[in-house]
């Protein structure tokens, strides 16, 4: 039988079963664990669900940075890890734990437990990810700083994003700022940078202006007409009732400049009579992310996010035959997580975070970087979503590039960030020739905002971003020590020390039964057993009963390190496919299909050309909709 618990109850159980794994693993600390559990009980009473979804998760960076630090300094922990003693410096709290890794003066070991290191990540990172709305307040202090951040870079170029036909100009100098000349204290006031900002050529301007433009030259000559458009799974921001998005109700003037409704939206070429040419502003939306505070992202208008489909596509396919291509790969992270483990190992490289990276990153250095390109900086103008509508009801002109919800974004961030991060290890090894650039671009691995290079050229690095407006997230960062993290990838001296998340408890839903099995395979993969048990059997009976022990034989499969195991699902012989099949529950998709105007049915056909030898239905696919079914497969291979 399910267990219908509160979500802190769950948690609690949840980690009533997790020391338990953690008392197996280390037998020789079980009774110090039990009193770390039930300091956790105590702090479960007094501060609730934060306490494991924000304190805890918090704490870990604390400890990661320690880390990378090699040293825990007295008194400087957090409140709730207490003190062990006047003579050690390490917590109260998981002692045990941490005495694997650090000496009792605070140094680190000089051969650290690595399980150890793995069960206090473990620990404090459990409930990092549970899948609940954070608090309204969490919120609102996410949207302010989204228009703090907003607040604090400078206005667009004149001439050039807010207007509907711009005028790109030759840039030089500083980047944002242009040639320091230019800046005697007469400037203007709302473009005048801030004093601490280098606008020297300690990174060599006129040399980044030159790299950047051969690098773009390799993607070769933008052409709008051989761009192919495709519509993206996620909202919209000005839908109408009675059409879809492949009738593209609205267009816009700056998109017709550049994009001509009847060659990109319309196979008839012709402008059918329901048009309308209206610019739309995005709107925000706040997507549960953590309790500490969501993640915003902002719903695009239909015809701009169709375009800016085409002009990722365009930018993806030519990134694989660019000066970039070792350093970039849009379909996978298993590279940069491969050199993540490698950078723990030896220490050569470095990760690096930005902090909101998307959010920071401005149209003037988009601007000054793709400047070579003409073609390309008139599409990604037409198809750039100039104002947003907020969580608060303002509407603001954006001085950002794009924000998170752009289908361009995450390319052009990644190129950007990858060019930068190249030319820092030229300046570090004083050496810019095209030669050496293309010699170690093979160090460097961009992942939207996840950077890694060589540790020595972190620092510069770090300055040059902060010269171009953006920041590091300094608890993400890491480019000293044996600690390194990635893309999901969470490295110690060459192992892997990525804890397993609990993402949501089994709620009767589709959605939640795969959820939890999925979760319970994580645990079970790790050597979690126990946690691994319990979060199965909070599935009913009557649906655990029919899951296969296997991966493969549908959505839903245990996993398990002894081979497969049916025996215990119904079963029968197949006279028809004469085969032995197994009855499993699994969990299947609908998509139903909304249908348009004809005119936008036949564009859709055109624009997804279709495999002629398949069936094929128009129309706008709606929100799937998962359900549960008994299916029999075959049980012998």
Avoid at 178 to 204: I, M, R
Avoid at 502 to 524: D, K
């Amino acid at each position: 039988m399910a267990r219908d618990h509160s979500m802190l109850e769950e948690v609690q159980l949840l980690y009533s079963h997790l020391f338990t794994d953690l008392g197996n693993m280390h037998p020789s600390i079980r009774t110090d664990l039990q009193r770390d559990l039930s300091r956790l009980r105590k702090a479960a009473i007094s501060s609730g669900l934060p306490f494991f979804t924000i304190t805890l998760p918090d704490s870990c960076k604390w400890f990661d940075y320690r880390l990378q630090l090699g040293l825990l300094t007295y008194g400087d922990r957090p409140p709730h890890f207490g003190a062990k003693s006047h003579t050690d410096e390490r917590p109260r709290f998981l002692h045990g734990l941490f005495d694997g890794v650090f000496e009792p003066d605070g140094m680190l070991r000089l051969a650290p437990d690595i399980s150890c290191i793995q069960s206090i990540r473990q620990i404090l990172l459990l409930c990092k990810k549970l899948n609940m709305e954070c608090e309204k307040r969490y919120t609102d202090e996410s949207v302010a700083q989204f228009h703090e951040i907003e607040r604090s870079l400078p206005g667009n170029r004149s001439e050039t994003w807010d207007s509907d036909i711009p005028s790109w100009t030759h840039l030089t100098g500083h980047p944002i700022w242009g040639p320091a000349a230019e800046f005697n204290g007469q400037t203007c006031l709302f473009d005048t940078p801030d004093p601490l900002l280098q606008l020297d050529d300690e990174y060599n301007w006129e040399g980044l202006r030159r790299f950047s433009a051969r690098v773009l030259s390799s993607f070769g000559q933008f052409d709008p007409f051989a761009t192919k458009p495709k519509h993206g799974p996620g909202a919209v921001s000005d839908r109408e009732r009675g059409f879809v998005k492949n009738d593209h109700k609205f267009w816009s003037e700056r998109l017709e400049s550049v994009f001509p409704y009847d060659w990109h939206a319309n196979t008839s070429l012709s402008v059918p009579d329901y048009v309308t040419y209206e610019e739309h502003p995005s709107v925000m939306h706040a997507v549960p992310k953590t309790q500490k505070g969501p993640r915003l992202i902002a719903a695009e208008p239909i015809a701009h996010q169709w375009i800016q489909q085409g002009i990722r596509r365009w930018l993806e396919e030519r990134c694989g035959t660019s000066f970039l291509s070792p350093c970039i790969d849009f379909r996978s992270q298993e590279k940069s997580k491969e050199m993540a483990l490698q950078a723990s190992l030896g220490g050569e490289l470095a990760t690096v975070d930005l902090s909101s990276a998307s959010d920071r990153l401005s149209t003037r250095l988009v601007q000054y970087l793709f400047q070579v390109n003409r073609p390309l900086l008139d599409g990604l103008h037409a198809s750039r979503t100039r104002a947003l509508t907020s969580l608060n009801g303002e509407t603001v002109l954006l001085r950002k590039f794009a924000t998170q919800g752009s289908a361009v974004i995450f390319p052009v961030q990644s190129i950007v960030y990858t060019i930068l991060a190249i030319w820092s290890v030229g300046i570090a090894d004083e050496c810019t020739s095209w030669k050496h650039l293309s010699k170690i671009r093979n160090q460097v691995r961009v992942f939207g905002d996840d950077i890694i290079l060589p540790s020595h050229a972190y620092p510069v690095l770090r300055g040059l971003l902060e010269t171009l407006l953006l920041k590091v997230n300094d608890t993400k960062t890491f480019s000293t020590g044996k600690f390194r993290e990635s893309c999901g990838m969470d490295a110690y001296d060459g192992l892997d020390v990525t804890p397993a998340y609990f993402r949501s408890a089994y709620s009767r839903s589709p959605e939640s039964l795969a959820s939890v099995v999925e979760c319970s395979n994580n645990f079970h993969k790790k050597g979690y057993w126990h946690t691994a048990e319990y979060l199965a059997k909070t599935v009913p009976e009557s649906e655990l009963a029919r899951i296969p022990v296997a991966l493969g034989l549908g959505a839903v499969g245990l996993y398990s390190f002894c081979g497969r195991k049916l025996d215990h699902l119904r079963s029968r012989f197949n006279d028809r496919l004469h085969r032995m099949e197994s009855q499993i529950i699994d969990v299947t998709a609908k998509v139903p299909a909304i249908q348009g105007h004809g005119e936008g049915s036949l564009t859709q056909f055109f624009f997804e050309e279709p495999d002629p030898l398949l069936p094929y239905k128009s129309g706008e696919p709606a929100k799937p909709q998962l359900r549960k079914k008994l299916r029999w497969v075959a049980s012998e291979r």
